[in-house]
């Protein structure tokens, strides 16, 4: 039996010298009350394993002491001592609380067993109870990782994964900051988006704490990163911060391969990360790893979709040296028109790609009609107006995503004309999709600004080959306001003109142009 | 306190009379030995909350026989009972292992006190035992819930998602079966694609157990579903299978939307489905929504890649009339040949989009050229050589996901021969990507099979604008093995021709070349 600390009360001043050579032999601390007031007093102040407890005492008996200490200290047990004629029953000492008594006179074997009995006792019960604390912060642990765990896998967007990661991880490391690294192999770099507080980083693979992870492949666990000569102490200078505890990981894949790094720093608590922080950094990794494998490929799948859109516009304008770079004009001034009239993410998503795709029904026209240098035959204007109906017919098979679904039609509809007059269906006002009726602006817009096969004419005025002056175009575009056009649209595109010209200037627009008209625009 | 069963062991009959009198009035159940070893037998066969015992007693005394129990049931308590005079020390008693003493002469509180302490501290430590067990309990499940979590949502292939989900979600419930039904909101219905051992199954929605929770959106759980007027026996009686406890849960996304149900059949111990059970199941739900909306995503955002590609192939293509469709046909010769030459799904991926996309570039050629009625020109001809290089430089720009990186090469090789005579590159042999080796076959081979706009000739004979009797073509693909195909490719198309006949017999292949050209296939 270890050597316990222990309480002996008692007014007998020969009682005490027994119980302290017993003690002494058994190997165990004491010290002395010589009655219960004195006891509760030292009680008060310092903690003992266990009370030895004369009953009979003057001040403060045996019983009222133990009644008094519950108060304040309910877990510190007693041994009553009681004489073999002393009036107190054995229920009334058990009753009182007490653990156990010991009858005078006694041996010191009967005295190492009672205390024996009532440590290992105590002993079991400890264990025990910190068995059931462990179980239950590792309940709590798996909870916050499972809920963590099903945040993180329906987030497939990286651009959200990324700040859900670090602040997940942060909360739930109890850190006061946390870095996510991804590995770019090909650059033989790391890079992260927005750590907390801390501006875009990319760092080369080896170098600091992330850069050596993400090369090793090991753990660095450090209680103070200022000690470490490769730390670069210039972030914590530049932002006022001191790096203290640094945990930091790598993510693996399935293949085993390092994706990415995390790293959580200074720990709230002040101290260093422990064995189960680790086990718990790393359970989280694996969560991670899966989220950011998937947020990966759906970015990929998005991108090349995309890529595959751009690219197929880009071919089919191509045909046509003056169509060339024409639906991805569109699609620019029609975001930026989209964006002055504040629609949300998706609407802007849709009329992304109905801009990038309603001229794609020109794949069908025939470059007899397509390309004619002059003004087309009744017969090439009907094939020519049919383009609409050629790209509803290819798109409609396209199978689009739910949230795209609107696409078709919002690009089908781009000759439509506000006062019924379009093209192919000859929809009015309301019936012309909200997307449609900024594409038409943005279509006709880059159209008059474009060069073209063949002069044109305002009644007997000849425009020619050469692209309309922009004061022109600009005239035509606010005329055709609540005829041609949505008056909203166009005022929405009046409004950010500027922002379209100087998108283009010098390219698509000449400078002279640009410049020109931002300043009559300015000017009123 | 609660009434306890106790057995009261003593040789002295009247020390047993006074026990049975203080234990009835205690309201506890008793029974008596009169010695240890009758004990002993008592204790072997039936379970007591406590043995009171005296020690000195003939054939087995107290002592041995507590000795003796510990070896059959060390947790029974036992209070020995001494007389004043007895030789036994307290000391001897308690380290025998007895929980306490009591002596003789004892009063009635007396006892009742001894008993209630031990109950109480046998009361804490059992609760505390349950408690940490029910801890132990909860940290495997979600131990096994997280692992479980990670594996769905690392699945984003719904073709193998849901397998996964069906066999996970069987062994973490421990029953028998498990069925996950997708609510199809359109039709109305819920579908399973391969529940274990049953085959596929449509039920609308509101019918059967599944089809009511699917549309209340409430948990059926049952012990014996064959009380249920509404469930349908007949794949119980179809598939020799007896259906009993049923627990059947709608799968709802973040929208609060049903988008599936799981139910799980024949719990394995054979008793029904508890709160615990339905506990976990929920958990488990929640993790198989995120995972199950992951993959429709993926597989939207993929059917609308594939679709997009598909139907531009196919606008590219119908420019010609004569080529219309020729994409598509290249397409499925080129897979059929891959799976006979074995190759897997992921080369097989490859070499599917490559076929769709062979001819992009063509989007680039000049009708003029593209659908020239008569031979080419030498710069016609150069044109026309070209569209490989605009298919690379088209596909190029099309970011495709890693899986796909090598299609825009397999794609822009078809024209390529085995001994370098072909173009755009001259390769020659292992220089040409084995999938654009397929694909000049299957790209040759339709050409042959297709109508022409100006007649061919073999040496001086005319061989007209009708597509070429198969046998001739088949006899050109031969004669071309070594020379502009490759050997093992040729061999490949010859053993699956059939297969490739048989897909397009009557549309593309008039019914008569095909039939001929199988039964000559067979003959030899």
């Known amino acids: 039996m270890a050597c316990k600390s ?15 050579q017993m003690l002494e032999i058994l190997g165990h601390q004491y010290q002395y009350a010589a009655d219960g007031l004195e006891a509760y007093h030292v009680l008060k102040n ?50 009182s609380g007490a653990r156990d008594f010991i009858m005078k006179p006694f041996t010191i074997e009967e005295l190492e067993n009672k205390l024996n009995r009532i440590f290992k006792e105590l002993c079991v019960s400890e264990e ?34 990324f700040p859900l990661i670090v602040s997940r991880v942060t909360v739930a490391m109890d850190a006061e900051r946390t870095s996510l690294y991804i590995i770019d192999g090909e650059s033989g770099e790391i890079w992260t988006k927005v750590a907390q507080q801390v501006e875009e980083i990319r760092v080369p693979l080896g170098s600091g704490i992330s850069g050596r992870v993400a090369e090793s492949g090991k753990t660095i666990n450090v209680t103070d990163a200022w000690e470490l000569d490769y730390f670069d102490r ?33 720990r709230i608590d002040g101290g ?19 989220a950011l494998e998937n947020s990966f490929l759906m970015e990929e799948l998005q991108s090349s979709f995309e890529g595959f859109i751009r690219t197929l516009s880009a071919a089919v304008d191509a045909r046509h040296r003056f169509t060339a770079g024409h639906s991805q004009r569109v699609t620019e001034y029609s975001r930026i028109i989209a964006e002055e009239l504040g629609l949300d993410a998706g609407q802007l998503e849709t009329i992304k790609y109905a801009a990038l795709l309603h001229d794609i029904g020109k794949i069908g026209i025939r470059d007899a009609v397509l390309m004619k ?22 798109l409609k098979k396209f199978h689009f995503p739910k949230r795209l679904e609107q696409v078709p039609l919002v690009a089908t509809y781009h000759h439509e004309k506000i006062d019924g007059s379009g093209y192919f269906e000859g929809l009015a006002g309301s019936e012309i999709p909200f997307g449609s009726r900024i594409l038409a602006v943005a279509d006709v817009f880059d159209a008059l600004t474009s060069r073209r096969d063949y002069p044109k004419y305002t009644k007997d005025a000849i425009l020619g080959h050469n692209p309309m002056p922009l004061a022109k175009a600009v005239t035509i575009m606010k005329e055709g306001a609540g005829s041609h056009f949505d008056q909203e649209v166009i005022n929405a595109f009046l409004s ?7 998108l283009y200037r010098g390219a698509h627009f000449p400078l002279e142009y640009v410049d020109e008209m931002i300043a009559s625009l300015q000017a009123g």
Do not use: W
Not at 241 to 261: D, Q
Not at 272 to 290: C, T
């Open 128 to 161: 025990n109870k910190s068995l059931l604390e462990k179980q239950i912060q590792l309940n709590k642990r798996l909870s916050a990782l499972l809920t963590i765990a099903g945040e993180l896998s329906s987030e497939l967007d990286f651009e959200r994964l």
């Open 496 to 502: 950010c003109l500027p922002k379209i010209l100087t």
């Open 373 to 394: 240098n002059g003004p087309f035959t009744p017969e090439e204007r009907e094939e020519m107006n049919k383009h609409p109906a050629k790209t509803l017919s290819i």
């Open 6 to 20: 222990i309480l002996v009360v008692d007014d007998d001043f020969q009682i005490r010298e027994i119980f302290s």
């Open 234 to 266: 210039k972030f914590d200078v530049k932002n006022n911060f001191r790096t203290r505890s640094v945990l930091c990981m790598p993510i693996t894949n399935r293949s085993g391969e390092s994706i990415a790094v995390i790293q959580v720093i200074n």
């Open 272 to 290: 260093h990360f422990d064995d189960d922080d680790e086990n718990l950094l790393k359970a989280l990794s694996g969560q991670i790893a899966v």
């Open 46 to 95: 310092k903690e003992f394993d266990l009370v030895l407890c004369d009953i009979r005492m003057p001040e403060m008996d045996g019983l009222e002491l133990i009644k008094e200490i519950e108060k304040i200290n309910p877990d510190v047990p007693f041994i009553m001592v009681t004489g073999f004629s002393d009036e107190y029953t054995y229920d009334l000492v058990m009753k």
